[in-house]
């Protein structure tokens, strides 16, 4: 069966899903068919050489990317529909794409976040499948050029190149009522899994939840009057909006199927869940438990570099 065929943990994280949604079975076999038989005709083994090349052009698209003006971008779903996507294997976790996705391929997408690390621009986010030689369909994290729609960064095998992922609050935003729904989410590699060479640096971008609302919205993901059905109750506290805290939920399951583990530390409005010990300009100080041990603490440092701040996640589950 075409499920014995994946790795543990995500084989695990398709029996979750089709144990929650049972007629999804059907629609993952058939996806799973589809797309073997699709890369059989176009899959063409990569040489020793050319793996090289392509971790060579991975690092120039970062450096091209540095200096790149940044584009807009409204879309919530991108790529080729169709074509043959060009890609090449440079390492376990690596892969370098020298055309747009597939649209066909792409599982989802949050498009237009300002990233400020590994480079300072609009990228858009995608997870999106791969087959590989043993023709399972693997899982594919890429920020991808919002205006070419061609993958700068590919990552796969999420589950053993992803070191930890992050959602938190940003210092600053966190104690106005208008900024509070916007926050960071932060991922680390592994170092075997980095993208340039002795370079390890973090993908970190800003995430505004009321735009992500609209675009889910926009791509039938949850219903337009989902909204309205939620209790504002807690607007004015300093948790994040309750319909914002059910889509940090949904995003934190298609990031869960794709082989991340998604860590929500944003303050909740909910009773015994994600409270704040102290939250100011320089610190928060935040609870998962809601008890006085912090299990994140996010401190600005004392630099030349304005914004600078600190991580120290005290727990992680």
Not at 188 to 201: F, P
């Amino acid at each position: 069966m075409w499920k014995d065929q994946l790795p543990q943990d995500l084989k695990a994280q398709v029996d979750a899903l089709v144990n929650e949604y049972p007629k999804s079975e059907s629609v993952l076999s058939q996806l799973a068919t589809y797309y073997t038989s699709l890369e059989q005709d176009k899959r063409r083994k990569t040489a020793p050489g050319k793996a090289k090349a392509g971790k060579a052009v991975q690092e120039e698209k970062l450096s091209n990317a540095s200096t790149a003006k940044p584009e807009p971008s409204d879309s919530v779903a991108g790529g080729s529909s169709n074509g043959t996507v060009k890609s090449e294997v440079v390492s376990k976790h690596i892969l370098n794409y020298t055309g747009p996705i597939d649209v066909n391929e792409t599982i989802f997408e949050l498009p237009g976040l300002s990233y400020i690390s590994p480079v300072r621009r609009k990228l858009n986010l995608v997870f999106h499948l791969y087959i590989a030689e043993n023709n399972t369909p693997l899982p594919v994290l890429s920020v991808v050029n919002p205006t070419t729609k061609i993958p700068e960064i590919s990552v796969t095998n999420l589950s053993s190149a992803i070191k930890l992922c992050l959602i938190v609050p940003i210092l600053g935003n966190s104690t106005v009522s208008t900024k509070k729904d916007t926050v960071m989410l932060a991922l680390w590699l592994h170092d075997e899994a980095a993208v340039t060479t002795g370079k390890n640096d973090p993908f970190i971008c800003t995430l505004n939840l009321d735009v992500v609302k609209k675009q889910l919205m926009a791509a039938g993901k949850i219903p337009e009057h989902a909204e309205a059905q939620i209790s504002a109750s807690g607007s004015d506290s300093d948790a994040i909006k309750p319909i914002n805290e059910l889509i940090i939920d949904f995003l934190q399951r298609q990031f869960n199927l794709c082989g991340v583990k998604l860590i929500n530390f944003l303050p909740s409005t909910n009773p015994g869940k994600n409270s704040l010990n102290m939250n100011d300009d320089n610190v928060i100080c935040l609870s998962q438990n809601a008890d006085t041990k912090n299990d994140l603490v996010v401190k600005k440092c004392l630099q030349r570099f304005e914004g600078r701040c600190t991580f120290t996640c005290v727990h992680v589950p």
